[in-house]
Structure formats: structure tokens, C-alpha cells
């Protein structure tokens, strides 16, 4: 053997060693067993297995009420052929990104949330959905009717304008591609709207 196949076997091997390291040390850090803590019997068991590691690449930020969650579930799935994403679901959606000034605690861990995903799962995609009636945007306590009442401007008018400005934020520090969305109810159904 030659000094280059010696080293090329000897990286080959501090390689193996390395990954077996790593694997110990993972086994590990999720035990084959749960603690003791967990030993009881399971509640449920789902029968959906988790997403594999990497194929999660589109973050979705919405408004965390309930009354449109199957519904994003549906235009997700079904438009945007969006199955597996992070999500971010908040009281408002978007307000927390849009509102830097009025509320900048929010918006600071708005975008700690944003800016762990998109990195840390190497996402290339953001959905932003706002939807109609609001609860977020229609408490009076709410510094968004303040700042609603300032402005002028009524209450969807308002979301869309946050929509962009959640937009405009969330490209200043990220290559994602960002998409707007706004949803809203129309005999009985509702509707999802690409906002420019």
C-alpha cells in the first residue's frame, strides 16, 4: 500500500467510526423503550407514519382559530399539492410579522419561529393565509383595531396590507419564496384567493 491508500483507508475508516459514534449517540437520545415516566399504555396510535427528515420543504403561517384549519388543510392538499410543511399558527397569523412597530415582542418571536424553520429544515417555500372576520383583527382590546381605527381602513383591507408587509419582512432575511393567500366565506364554502 502507498501513503494515499493508506490515508484514503484511514479517512474511510475515522468516516465509519464516526457515523457508528453518531448512531450510539442518537440510540441514545431516543431510546427504543419510552422512559419509565411513558411505560403506561398508549392512548392512540397513529397510523400515519412521520414525514421523512428533508421532505418537508414549504412553511405555512395562518391564523391559529379553528374555524379554517380543515379548510387549509383542503386548499393546501388539493391546490397547492402541499401535504408535509412546518407550520406557524398564531392568534392573527401574519399580524405578528406585520406589526414590528405596535408590537415588537410578537414580532421578534414571530420571526425566531420563521427564521429556526427555514433554516433549520432548509424550506424554500412560505404560505401565508389570512382569512375573513378575524377575531385577532376585530378585538377592540386588540392593538390591531387601534391601529385599524388610525389607518381608516377597514378590517380586510387591513389583513391584506399585513399579508404584503409579512411578505415584504420575511424576504428581507430569507430566499424563500413567499405566497399570499386570503380566505374567505362565499355561500356556504370557502374561498382562498391569491393576493399579489
Not at 12 to 27: T, W
Not at 71 to 81: I, P, R, V
Not at 111 to 132: G, N, P, S, T, Y
Request: with cysteine.
Amino acid at each position: 500500500m502507498d501513503s494515499k491508500d493508506i490515508k484514503d483507508e484511514l479517512r474511510r475508516k475515522v468516516v465509519e467510526l464516526g457515523e457508528q459514534a453518531l448512531d450510539r449517540i442518537s440510540r441514545k437520545a431516543r431510546p427504543e423503550t419510552p422512559p419509565e415516566e411513558l411505560t403506561t399504555d398508549p392512548v392512540f396510535t397513529s397510523s400515519v407514519s412521520p414525514t421523512a427528515a428533508g421532505k418537508v420543504k414549504t412553511l405555512v403561517i395562518v391564523c391559529s382559530g379553528g374555524r379554517f384549519l380543515h379548510q387549509y388543510e383542503d386548499f393546501l392538499g388539493k391546490s397547492l399539492s402541499v401535504t408535509d410543511y412546518d407550520l406557524i399558527a398564531v392568534p392573527g397569523g401574519v399580524q405578528w410579522f406585520a406589526l414590528a412597530d405596535v408590537l415588537p415582542k410578537h414580532h421578534k418571536v414571530a420571526r425566531w419561529m420563521a427564521e429556526f424553520l427555514i433554516e433549520k429544515h432548509r424550506l424554500d417555500r412560505v404560505i401565508c393565509i389570512a382569512h375573513q372576520d378575524c377575531g385577532a383583527y376585530q378585538d377592540s382590546e386588540g392593538l390591531a383595531s387601534l391601529s385599524r381605527l388610525v389607518s381608516g381602513k377597514d378590517l380586510q383591507q387591513h389583513q391584506l396590507e399585513h399579508l404584503r408587509t409579512a411578505a415584504q419582512s420575511l424576504s428581507q432575511w430569507s430566499n424563500a419564496a413567499v405566497e399570499l393567500y386570503f380566505a374567505s366565506v362565499e355561500n356556504d364554502r370557502v374561498v382562498f384567493r391569491k393576493v399579489e
